[in-house]
């Protein structure tokens, strides 16, 4: 299953007139895949991360989750969507202070109604796939910035998601630990066959990237893997 945006426009308002924010931007992101997204800040990479997790509806264009239509669900239905077919890596990992990291996961499986004990069991196995396996029983405060982007990752694909959508998860760390998270992020796609897309300003981390495109002035464009 895959990602797709087709022909999307998004405009907000901007005193007696609208911004436009995306300008008819098409991009399909395939299963399995991870396309990165670069620009300059204000040149809309935010804005389509947002159509794209639903949070925000375009003014005209489409916008395909795992083959459904989002356009046809109400507010319920995309809320629905977002927490079954979804994964959100946020660029601030937002971890609750008193929750383990292994709790910090069972959280997303008990809003979905998933079985304690089969909770329990996924959010080992996803700390282990992403190298934590032995911090489990780790609050927030006793992870490095690393650690804890590891476990806003693993949070993300608590529900088993369709497609990943990943903002600025390296803009708190430094070099190494940027590549090592973005690498993590190229192996899980693979192996977990999610749809990806990461926004990121930090084009030296683009190069494990399927995909490479560049949003400008609202419009997508592609660019070179690695450059």
């Known amino acids: ?28 992101v395939p299963a399995g895949t991870l396309t990165a997204v670069v620009g300059p800040s204000g040149s809309g990479k935010s804005s389509l991360l947002a159509v794209a997790a639903t949070l925000v509806t375009p003014d005209r264009g489409g916008v395909l989750v795992a083959g459904t239509d989002t356009g046809a669900l109400d507010a319920a239905g995309r809320a629905a969507l977002r927490r079954e077919r979804i ?8 971890l609750l202070p008193s929750l383990t990291a292994a709790e910090q996961l069972q959280v997303m499986a008990h809003l979905s109604g998933r079985a304690p004990k089969e909770a329990r069991s996924r959010a080992l196995e996803l700390l282990d796939a992403v190298g934590l396996a032995d911090l489990a ?35 708190a760390l430094d070099h190494e630990r940027g590549a090592a998270v973005v690498e993590l992020l190229a192996g899980l796609t693979g192996e977990r066959g999610t749809a990806t897309v990461l926004v990121t300003h930090d084009r030296t981390h683009v190069a494990r990237a399927d995909r490479v495109v560049e949003v400008r002035d609202g419009r997508l464009s592609e660019r070179t893997v690695g450059v």
């Open 87 to 94: 994964g959100i890596v946020f660029q601030q990992p937002n």
């Open 137 to 171: 029983g780790r609050r927030p405060h006793q992870l490095s910035g690393g650690q804890r982007q590891r476990v806003n990752i693993a949070r993300a694909l608590m529900n088993e998601p369709a497609v990943l959508l990943v903002d600025e998860p390296t803009s």
């Open 1 to 28: 299953m895959s990602l797709v945006l087709d022909a999307v426009t998004l405009t907000y308002p901007d005193g007696d007139g609208r911004l436009t924010a995306l300008d008819a931007v098409s991009l399909d």
